[in-house]
């Protein structure tokens, strides 16, 4: 066994020992008895090991059981032995006797102390596997792989949200799928539309445009097929617009502030939208006839039907917010100097409506392919040839080439610098424009524009060989010597847009021809002046234009955003969830998101918590006193990332304080496990309450291994009170507790050993 050096600090106080912790910065350890951490040092079950060890043990008086009449109180590094054969805790505290007697190994009894078996790390054999194999949800990781995997000894009550699922992480909007999920699952779709709205007001768009990176990283991709979460949101989208007088009502509360918004399009309207909903008085400047940008002049028809861009930009309206349409500003109306005097703040979206040029001669002759879309969108048709070529490996070019086969032309062929794999169109834009009958050649670039008394005849092509440096930039490489000719009568150049910023007549800081803005606020270097989407990060995705109005609005507004992700402290699942199946097919109506929601795992961690004291601790009213604070025991558990308990960095358990028994109260400690050699719950029941004449009165019962922290049984507590013990309450009992379950594909077998567990406490109480 090899380990990684380390330092050892022997600490003489608790004091010290939380001064190096909390110095280190998450680049120490505490060590006592040592069972736990070092297991885990061995089996190298983090990616990087401590490198200072701070020794607990040589801290003196933390090794004690005191009685006194309010109770009992017990060290942090008092042995699981000593506590075991404590007179005190055996004849008044017999749970907790019993709990640390229940750790079967007598080494581990005899090192392991209270502080370390309240404090141990998750028993999942992911989270524990030799050399960080998995790299689990529960460690910074992106996935729990025991919720569709090896399951067995999980959480029946569900999971907790310890990160963000993979969903919302890839997410540039940051949408709570994970959340909006769960109310679809619930029969709450107004909840659902809600929940989706905080992050993404044109959620019809994008569950029709959006490339949903959510999907690539849906932990379902891995096990059959993701959810279809662009379907779901369509869905859901177009329930919002059905209903905008509900969710795009107008605000309660008018402000006197006013907002300029400059641009129409995916950022300029998500900014109007939360500014509204903020009180704002919101005006949206646009230089064209139709609201939408891009979304109504560059996204073809057969991709998004105008008529929901014309829906959105109703609702809207709806909710207040007063368009201002063919008004460019700086041209022949208000400049920008004038709005900045005239209104509180302004929020520049203008995109990118400029195409780039090639440098090449006979240059003049080229179409413009965003001109080409953008007279598609005017309802115009554009003049076409018989044979077109399309230069560009991009979504537009893609959007270009698919609109002239609409348009009639048979021989659509388009060309790229890139090679099939490293097209940036999306994959299955390419596939459509393959199936369109779109021929592809990638990896030519090109060289020289043949023509004919000003008339174009073809292009020539040289091989490309690399489009980026060693750096990563942008300068493609050509073999010269490997040349290609097409004939052509139509060369339409869509190899990318270029933003127009002549519109700004006052200074602000530029570079490359971008706005430049504070990423985390969109803010510019003026003052009142906020920027957002292409026109300050170039051209991306309709949902990173959304995020960057919705970041502009919270920072107008000064508003934080609420996370609906983390709110509940159980997840719920459906059971479909654990079942292997196939997308949703057809997915157009409210019926069908619901079972498409199913396959969601709603990802959280179902890791247990294993300690044995725990649950004992939970039922004996205890509190945990640190070096910081004094906390209930209920309270001192949790499950988020490296962590099992409330401890902050630094902060370590002094003692745990019992309250004596106002009452003589049953008690007991019921552990079921496959062999004693194993000192870890498959499920363990703590449960202490008093007997009055054979009534059970003031009943707490909490369940060990069962669920990702100690879980108190508070359902069944309140059918057990005032009930006698017998069959007919163990067996209420038993489906009381079982109807919040959760089982997952493996371990439906210890739901049965709760009713056993609750039987066997309840009939003991009998004798």
């Not at 209270?114 to 030799?130: A, D, K, T, V």
């Not at 619930?186 to 445009?209: C, F, K, S, W, Y």
């Not at 604070?629 to 745990?656: D, H, P, S, W, Y």
């Amino acid at each position: 066994m090899t380990l990684r050096k380390f330092s050892n600090v022997p600490a003489t106080s608790l004091e010290e020992a939380a001064a190096v912790l909390a110095k280190a910065g998450g680049k120490a350890s505490a060590i006592a008895g040592g069972t736990d951490l070092l297991g885990a040092l061995k089996d190298k079950i983090h990616a990087e090991s401590p490198e200072i060890l701070v020794d607990l043990k040589t801290i003196p008086k933390l090794s004690f059981v005191a009685e006194n009449k309010r109770g009992l109180r017990i060290g942090a590094l008092t042995t699981l032995q000593d506590i075991v054969t404590h007179p005190s805790v055996r004849e008044k505290y017999g749970i907790l006797s019993e709990a640390a007697r229940s750790v079967a190994s007598p080494q581990i009894r005899n090192m392991g102390t209270l502080g370390g078996n309240i404090c141990q790390e998750p028993r999942c054999w992911y989270y524990r596997s030799p050399d960080d194999t998995f790299h689990c949800l529960r460690k910074g990781g992106d996935r729990c792989s025991a919720l569709l995997g090896e399951n067995r000894y999980h959480s029946i009550y569900g999971g907790v949200r310890v990160a963000l699922p993979g969903c919302t992480d890839a997410c540039p909007g940051s949408v709570e799928i994970a959340a909006y999920m769960s109310r679809i699952r619930q029969g709450d779709l107004d909840g659902a539309a809600e929940i989706l709205l905080a992050n993404n007001p044109i959620p019809a768009i994008t569950g029709r445009v959006c490339p949903h990176f959510c999907e690539s990283n849906c932990y379902r991709s891995g096990v059959d097929d993701a959810v279809s979460i662009q379907n779901v949101e369509r869905v859901i989208g177009d329930y919002v617009l059905e209903n905008a007088a509900r969710f795009m009502a107008p605000p309660r509360r008018q402000l006197k502030k006013k907002v300029a918004v400059i641009g129409a399009g995916p950022a300029g309207l998500s900014a109007a939208f939360y500014l509204r909903k903020a009180g704002y008085r919101v005006t949206v400047f646009d230089k064209m006839p139709e609201a939408g940008g891009m979304l109504t002049y560059g996204i073809p028809a057969y991709r998004l039907a105008k008529d929901v861009v014309q829906r959105l930009v109703r609702a809207l309206e709806g909710m207040g917010i007063e368009f201002k349409l063919s008004a460019a500003v700086g041209k022949r109306g208000r400049t920008f100097k004038d709005l900045h005097r005239d209104f509180d703040f302004i929020f520049a979206a203008t995109g990118a409506w400029k195409h780039r040029g090639l440098d090449m001669e006979k240059a003049d002759l080229l179409t413009s392919g965003l001109d080409f879309l953008i007279s598609i969108g005017l309802g115009e048709k554009p003049p076409t040839g018989k044979k077109v070529l399309v230069i560009g490996g991009g979504n537009v070019a893609v959007d270009v080439a698919v609109n002239a086969r609409h348009l009639g032309v048979k021989n659509v062929t388009m060309v790229c610098l890139e090679s099939r794999d490293t097209m940036p169109a999306f994959p299955e834009e390419i596939e459509q424009a393959l199936d369109e009958g779109v021929k592809i050649m990638p990896s030519w670039g090109p060289h020289r524009l043949l023509e004919k008394d000003g008339a174009i005849t073809g292009m020539e092509f040289v091989e490309c060989t690399s489009v980026f440096d060693e750096e990563g930039r942008f300068n493609p490489g050509f073999n010269l010597s490997k040349k290609k000719t097409l004939k052509a009568d139509q060369v339409i150049l869509a190899i990318g847009q270029a933003t127009d910023l002549s519109f700004i007549n006052e200074k602000i800081k530029t570079e490359r021809g971008l706005i430049v803005i504070d990423e985390a606020t969109q803010k510019t270097d003026l003052k009142g002046v906020f920027a957002g989407g292409d026109v300050a990060t170039g051209p991306a995705s309709v949902i990173q234009a959304v995020a960057a109005g919705r970041k502009a609005a919270q920072s107008i507004a000064r508003v934080k955003p609420v996370s609906h992700l983390f709110q509940d402290k159980v997840l719920d699942m459906d059971a479909r969830s654990q079942e292997r199946s196939g997308r949703t097919k057809d997915i157009t109506q409210l019926d069908d998101i619901q079972a498409e929601a199913a396959r969601c795992a709603n990802c959280g961690c179902v890791a247990v918590n294993a300690s044995d004291l725990a649950p004992a601790l939970v039922a004996l009213d205890a509190r945990i006193k640190t070096t910081r604070r004094n906390l209930k025991a209920e309270e001192f558990f949790c499950a988020e990332i490296m962590k099992t308990t409330v401890l902050e960095q630094g902060e370590l358990v002094k003692e745990v304080e019992i309250p004596a028994p106002k009452k003589p109260r049953r008690q007991g400690y019921l552990k079921f496990r496959i062999r004693n050699s194993i000192d870890f719950p498959i499920l363990s029941l703590a449960y202490a309450f008093r007997d009055d004449e054979g009534v059970i009165k003031d009943a707490r019962v909490v369940l060990g291994a069962a669920a990702p922290t100690p879980l108190r049984l508070r359902a069944v507590e309140k059918v057990l009170e005032g009930k006698q013990a017998g069959e007919e309450t163990a067996a209420a009992a038993g489906d009381t507790a079982v109807q919040e379950t959760q089982a997952l594909s493996r371990n439906k077998f210890k739901v049965q050993i709760v009713r056993a567990l609750l039987r066997k406490m309840l009939l003991e109480s009998q004798g």
